[in-house]
């Protein structure tokens, strides 16, 4: 499963609470790009371990799961009955933009929606990560460079 990372500025989180994920496209004139989960588990994240935490409170870095369907690249995330009117954080910002490109195939074709799935977990966790379908039905993978294409299809060889 997908688990997102991120900091808490204010307030607490706590496994069961009932949040409000804000995409990037969001204004609190159109709350299109905006939707409403349930936070399953809150872990501190150390090294390759998770500690599992009853209460993270502001400044912690925590890995928040049951927000993996409502979060792509990055999102702000709301208590669900916060009264007053909300804006998201501005979307992360790079100095570098993604051009090396690599075409990508199951190794077998019955793998393919397999592979998609992949795809869209790398579209998620990768910031810099760009993953398209050409006219001619080529799934092609946009990166910075060779060590982080190298590592972004390390990953989508173990999904």
């Given amino acids: 499963s997908f688990d997102a990372y991120g900091r808490i500025f204010s307030g607490t989180l ?3 609470d009932e949040v409000r994920v804000l995409g990037e496209g969001f204004t609190p004139d159109d709350d299109e790009d905006s939707g409403d989960a349930v936070v399953s588990n809150v872990w501190l994240y ?3 371990y998770r500690v599992p935490m009853a209460k993270a409170t502001a400044g912690n870095l925590v890995l928040v799961e049951g927000l993996d369907a409502l979060v792509s690249k990055t999102a702000t995330v709301v208590g669900r009955h916060l009264e ?3 804006h998201v954080f501005r979307p992360l ?8 490109k ?12 397999k592979m998609v799935e992949g795809l869209r977990k790398i579209n998620k966790s990768y910031p810099l990560a760009v993953t398209r379908v050409e006219e ?3 799934h092609t993978l946009l990166g910075t460079g060779e060590l982080y294409l190298d ?3 390390r ?3 173990e999904m």
């Fill in 84 to 86: 007053e009117e909300v």
């Fill in 46 to 48: 150390q090294a390759r």
């Fill in 102 to 113: 690599i075409a990508t195939e199951p190794l077998q074709p019955s793998e393919l929606p």
């Fill in 155 to 157: 990953d989508l060889r």
């Fill in 93 to 100: 910002s790079f100095q570098t933009r993604s051009v090396m």
């Fill in 14 to 16: 706590r496994p069961g």
């Fill in 151 to 153: 590592s972004i299809m």
């Fill in 136 to 138: 001619s039905g080529e």
